[in-house]
Nanobody
């Protein structure tokens, strides 16, 4: 199991930037797929970006080119750099882990709120 704590959310203007961080604990971090997900008010949770344990990152179409996910396996940290933020990016952002052998993202943080305004 991986324990996750997100930070870095806040209020930002349209076109601005934020960097989210996720601190992870647990022995399997380095071999886990890590993901950023978000849930906007009244909507279902959706994936934003996934960093695969074997390398490579998959992005949601609407954030590709604006968001960059990175991970530091030595520090057990995951980041999401968000640039050119838009109203539609307003949501609670969650960090999640899919440990090796698991079929889904089963470990979740408590979330950090991002609000984009004019």
């Amino acid at each position: 199991q991986v324990q996750l704590v997100e930070s870095g959310g806040g209020l930002v203007q349209v076109g601005g930037s934020l960097r989210l961080s996720c601190a992870a604990s647990g022995r399997s971090f380095g071999s886990s797929a890590m993901g950023w997900f978000r849930q906007a008010p009244g909507q279902e949770r959706e994936f934003v970006a996934i960093s695969w344990s074997g390398g490579g990152t998959t992005y949601r179409d609407s954030v590709r080119g604006r968001f960059t996910m990175s991970r530091d396996n030595l520090k057990n940290m995951v980041y999401l750099q968000m640039n050119s933020l838009q109203y539609e990016d307003t949501a609670i952002y969650y960090c999640a882990a899919r440990p090796p052998g698991a079929s889904e993202f089963g470990d979740w943080g408590q979330g950090t709120r991002v609000t984009v305004s004019s």
